[in-house]
């Protein structure tokens, strides 16, 4: 496997809803495994293997500071959902004005 290709899918790093929440606590923080546990309602060792495989898909940065670990989003890998949704708003564009024109049609 290539040293720059992640070991998980971002689309299966995403696809749970707590790797989600994760990502979304650390956004705009740097925080401590510790305070990340404390977000949330499951074990330190559940936390902690989702975000190894947020970090796995390049998801999540991990540094050591002393004899803590301290994690931050990666925004970049994300890329790849947004081309991909981007993709099918083609599609949801034409609904929409396809809708609006029955809509409109419907007034008259």
């Known amino acids: 496997m290539p040293a720059t290709q992640s070991k998980h899918d971002v689309f299966q790093a995403i696809a749970d809803p707590t790797r989600r929440s994760l990502l979304r606590l650390l956004a705009d923080k740097e925080m401590s495994i510790a305070s990340i546990t404390e977000c949330f309602p499951i ?11 947020l970090s ?6 991990r540094h050591k500071i002393g004899r803590e670990t301290r994690y931050k989003m990666r925004p970049e890998p994300l890329v790849e959902v947004t081309e991909w949704i981007s993709y099918f708003e083609k599609y949801w564009d034409e609904k929409l004005d396809a809708l609006m024109q029955y809509v409109e049609s419907d007034d008259e």
């Open 43 to 53: 074990t330190r060792t559940a936390v902690n293997k989702h975000l190894q495989v």
């Open 56 to 61: 796995d898909a390049g998801l999540v940065k």
